[in-house]
Structures are given as C-alpha cells and as structure tokens.
C-alpha cells in the first residue's frame, strides 16, 4: 500500500485524549460531567468529540446555540444536552421536540418556551440562569425571583419540568478573585430562593474547567468542562498536574528551505533582519488558515525534533520559521503545536506568543487546514506522524 499523501497543512485531534480527559475530569470531581462541545468542539470537531465525550462517560453536553444541539441529534447523539444562548424567534419548537435543555434568562424568553410547548405538544425541560456577577446572560438577583415563579407556574401546568439552575463565573481562572466567593454566594441565595418557590431540579452547577478544578465548593451536581477536556489548562501555572493530554496537533508540510545572507529581510516589513547567515524554512500557513497573526516574531514551531523560530510577519498563507543553518527535507513535518511532549510547542505556547489564550488558538484554527481524528488507541498512523502516544496512560484499558 502507498503511505497516505501528507497534507499541506492539518489538525490532527486525537480522540482518545478526549476521552482520557473527559474521564480525568470526572473521577477528579467526583460529580456529574457535562463536556462542552460549542463552536465546533473549540475547533476539535463538535460531532466526533461529543462522541468521545460520551464514550467517556460524559452524561450532558453543553452549547451555545439551539443549532448546535440540533446538530448533535442530527448526528445520533441521544444523551441530555444544554443550550444556552438564542436570540428572539429561534427554533425553540425544533429544540422541545428534539428533547434538547434549553436555558431561559427571562420571561420573555420562558415565554417563546410556552409557545413552542403549545405548538409541538411537547413538554420542555427548562434550566433557568441566574447572573451571579458576571453581568452577561441570565437574570439578575433582582429578576430571579419573578423568573422562578413563573418557571414554578409552568411547571405546575405541565409545560414543562425545570431541570436545572445555574449560573457562571467571572474569574475562574484566577482563584483568588474575590468575584468567586460572591458569585458563589449569591448563586447559593438564588438556589434557596428557587427551592422556596417549589423548584427541585436535578441539577445545579456553576463551575466551567478552571473552577471544576481549583474549586471543589462550586461543584454542586455537575461541572461544565470545556477547555480541560481539550487538554488545554484553563488557568495556565494554577492548575496541578492532572495529566491532562492536548487532543489537537496543528502541522504542516515544510514547503522549502533556503539560505539567506545576513541582513536578508524577511517577510512583510521587513520586521526581521537576519542578525547572520541562516537558513529558513517556508511553512504554508498563515492567517488565513487561523494562525494568529499576532505570534509574528514570537512564536515557534518544532522541525525536526527542535524548537524554530517564527521570523518576520505571519503572513495570509505562510509563514517563515529559522532553521539556523539546518537543512530539513522540504517535505518534513513541520508541528505548530500539539501535546508539548519531548518539548515540542502547545496551543498554550502559541497563545503566550499571540497575546491571547490556548481557547482562541484552537478555536480559530482551521480554515483550509485538513482536520483528521484519529484515536491513538488504535490509529497507527498517529504514531508514525505525531510520534506515538500510545503510552499506558492514554489506553483506555488502563484506566480504573
Ligand atoms: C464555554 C462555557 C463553559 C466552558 O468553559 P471552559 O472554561 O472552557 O471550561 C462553561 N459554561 C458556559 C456557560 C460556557 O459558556
């Protein structure tokens, strides 16, 4: 058989990875996991990572969007799943009748619901959102009272059960904050106000990857992890080492390699001088495949076995790295980033270089980039590619 062609550029997401942090997660909380699979599974693959997830054991998933969940019951997927975010007039019969939680902040929003109930003939399952500080989606402490009796009517009439309260944090990722003792504060008043009013929901939750972690108190019924389950550290140098796993690699196909005299100018600008003779590598990637244009001169990638450089501006579909006189094989596997193992650069690494976090690195990746999952349990060609990873600790088998 002929080696599969190797693609100019491709993201590599390794579902396993998926599956051993989701199930990481879940034996370090000790409660319900509800993996969050919005924006495209954070540029993973929504459908082939809510499918891990729930190998792993994930009993919900959480979206953004009603789309999003109709997308995953487009795609088979039965288990309970969250949304959380809708605009007036969205598809509320089509989420009822697909059995989908949908979140109301307010009643004008519980109203839409009451309308697609009489419509569909089918009873919902309502979450309600309290805003706890965050100031975004949900009601305030001000709201909440009157958004809970009237969840509390609905429910009494039949239109539907109110499967859960909830509420997010501001500053998770910094535990510290004091926005996290307040937020947990007022979401606790909020649940007793609810419990008052008659509401039993079978679940609570506030926490998203960083608090689920860092912050067993807000843990409740079910934590909501999105990033973690990615393998990627929701508060960078705060977290402990779980042994979280990286489940995407971004490589590309080295294009050329040439030398350059000292004083070559390189890319746009001419934001790099070569201080020296070098030699360069031409990678064919660029922003308009979401690398950030931002880790100009900052970021690096790995080739062959060793950290390069970025030198000079990214550009719309290249970019140039510093190969200090090495000469790789145009052809040879270039890593932006992936599992950090033998040293090799992370999402995280890319984000520090960009001025953003590892969320926005994967989430925005793509564009023409070949996306590929593999499952390193039983995918060789991971191995040959990405150097193996299948190491006891990522077979499932060797979990408890
Ligand atoms: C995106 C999101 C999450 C997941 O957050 P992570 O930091 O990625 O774990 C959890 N809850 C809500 C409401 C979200 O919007």
Not at 235 to 251: E, F, I, S
Request: aromatic share 4%; hydrophobic share 40%.
């Amino acid at each position: 058989m002929s080696p599969l062609p190797v693609p100019r550029a491709e993201l590599v997401v390794d579902l396993a990875a998926v599956r051993h942090n989701v199930r990481l997660l879940t034996e370090h909380c000790g409660v319900a996991m509800m993996t969050v699979v919005k924006a495209d599974g954070y540029g993973h693959g929504m459908v082939e990572v809510a499918r891990a997830a729930r190998e792993a054991g994930s009993p919900w998933l959480g979206v953004a969007t009603i789309d999003e969940a109709l997308a995953l019951r487009a795609a088979g997927d039965t288990g309970r799943v969250l949304c959380w975010l809708t605009v007036p007039g969205d598809p509320y019969d089509r989420a009822v009748a697909a059995d989908v939680d949908v979140t109301a902040y307010s009643l004008a929003e519980l109203a839409e619901v009451e309308a697609a109930v009489r419509r569909t003939g089918t009873p919902a399952r309502v979450q309600l959102k309290v805003d706890t500080g965050l100031s975004r989606g949900g009601a305030t402490p001000a709201d909440w009272p009157a958004l809970v009796e009237a969840a509390r009517v609905g429910e009494v009439a039949g239109h539907w059960r109110v499967t859960g309260l909830w509420s997010h944090l501001a500053a998770s990722d910094e535990p510290d904050h004091p926005a996290n003792d307040s937020q947990e504060q007022v979401f606790r008043e909020a649940l007793a106000v609810a419990e008052e009013a008659g509401l039993t929901p079978e679940v609570r939750h506030l926490a998203n990857s960083a608090a689920a972690v860092l912050r067993p108190s807000a843990r409740f019924d079910l934590v909501r992890c999105g990033i973690a389950s990615y393998g990627l550290d929701p508060a960078p140098g705060r977290l402990p080492d779980l042994g979280l796993v990286p489940a995407m690699t971004a490589r590309a196909t080295l294009a050329m390699v040439k030398d350059v005299p000292a004083g070559a100018g390189v890319s746009y600008g001419h934001t790099w001088v070569a201080d020296r003779a070098t030699t360069l590598g031409l990678v064919p990637v660029g922003y308009g495949d979401g690398v950030p244009r931002s880790a100009s001169n900052a970021a690096s990638v790995a080739v062959g076995g060793r950290r390069r450089p970025v030198r000079g501006r990214v550009c719309m579909d290249q970019l140039v790295v510093d190969l200090d006189g090495d000469r790789p094989e145009p052809g040879s596997d270039v890593v932006l980033f992936g599992t950090g193992r033998d040293g090799g650069p992370t999402a995280q690494d890319w984000a520090e270089a960009a001025g953003t976090i590892s969320y926005e690195v994967v989430t925005r990746i793509g564009g023409r980039m070949v996306r590929t999952h593999v499952d390193s349990r039983l995918d060789s060609r991971l191995d040959s590619r990405l150097d193996s990873r299948l190491d006891g600790e990522l077979d499932d088998g060797a979990r408890p």
